[in-house]
């Protein structure tokens, strides 16, 4: 009786978070008049399909911890499901009830509790280690032509990264702060394949960094109307950066109004500052939208798949 109680309970977490979402949507104030334009239609379209891509990757390397932890292989359809379906509750305050949305749906997925919550606290350290990998090899070739030029400081965003990376150890930490996670993950770390399927996972985050920031760049030469927009590497960097930090930031739910905060931060002292705005809240926007089409179609394929296993 346990199983449907957990249903229940998951059901709701995701009706409120999205209710929350349609909240945080109708606060932006800016004049989206450029969204409706059609010949933009291209580039809303690949954001969108983007941000599916991005829930879809993520669900991958969830699954991969999932299925090395437990010891057992796990369907990539019911993993996709439990992971795009606690996926919206990030969007409530706090920034971590999509931990516990996969704590609730993954219980039908047949493994232990805390192999779930190694699972969510491996992702997001690689997430730390991809991030801060990703923004360095971003930056770090043109760096020196950034900075002199656009008066974009690369050091001082790689450093945001490093800080972030810690703020994120300490934050997992104090979130799975349970003796029995930390002596399981002490027997993991020795097992062969450890290395290997974190390795894999980073690269994998990397790709998913590489999504965001192509379609923040794509968004923002759409909307741009500026001769000269700033370089793609600028904008790479600075959506990686932005991202991580709002990935981490406490209190700030799927980390609305810190990411948009500081790309504009980053990118401002060069560009107008509408336009920046106006692309970060672009993708926001389908970042959102690609969230809850990426639910919708965890659904179905659980649906798909359910039925296929009868």
């Known amino acids: 009786m346990r199983i449907p109680y957990l249903k229940i309970a998951g059901g709701l977490l995701m009706l409120v978070s999205l209710i929350f979402i349609v909240r945080k949507i109708l606060f932006f104030d800016l004049d989206f008049g450029r969204l409706l334009l059609w010949r933009n239609l291209t580039a ?11 829930v879809v990757i993520g669900a ?17 359809a ?3 499901s439990t992971f795009a379906r606690a996926n919206l509750a990030k969007y409530l305050p706090g920034n971590v009830a999509h931990y516990a949305g996969r704590q609730l749906f993954g219980a ?39 900075v002199s030029r656009y008066n974009l400081n690369i050091k001082w965003s790689v450093l945001a990264a490093v800080l972030a990376t810690g703020a994120v150890v300490v934050t997992m930490t104090i979130i799975f702060a349970r003796k029995k996670i930390y002596d399981t993950l002490g ?8 290395y290997r399927i974190c390795g894999v996972n ?41 991202w991580f930090i709002g990935y981490i930031a406490p209190g700030a739910p799927g980390g609305i109004g810190v990411r948009e905060a500081v790309f504009t931060l980053m990118l401002a002292p060069f560009y107008n500052e509408q336009t920046v705005l106006l692309a970060a809240v672009a993708q926001r926007l389908f970042l959102v939208f690609g969230d809850v089409l990426a639910a919708l179609l965890a659904c179905l394929t659980q649906r798909a798949y359910a039925a296929a296993s009868v």
């Open 202 to 242: 980073i690269l994998l985050t990397m790709v998913n960094l590489l999504v965001i920031g192509g379609t923040q760049t794509i968004l923002f030469h759409a909307l741009g109307d500026a001769v000269s927009p700033p370089p793609t590497l600028a904008i790479m960097t600075a959506s990686v950066v932005s």
């Open 78 to 80: 019911p993993a996709f």
């Open 60 to 76: 991958a390397i969830w699954r991969n911890f999932l299925s090395f932890f437990a010891d057992m292989p796990v369907s990539f």
């Open 44 to 54: 809303f379209t690949s954001a969108l399909l983007g941000a599916v891509a991005i």
């Open 108 to 146: 039908a997925l047949g493994v232990k509790q805390r192999h779930l919550a190694l699972a969510s606290l491996l992702e997001a350290l690689c997430a730390a280690a991809a991030a801060l990998i990703l923004s360095a090899l971003l930056a770090g070739g043109d760096a020196p032509t950034l």
């Open 187 to 194: 027997r993991l770390v020795a097992m062969a394949g450890f």
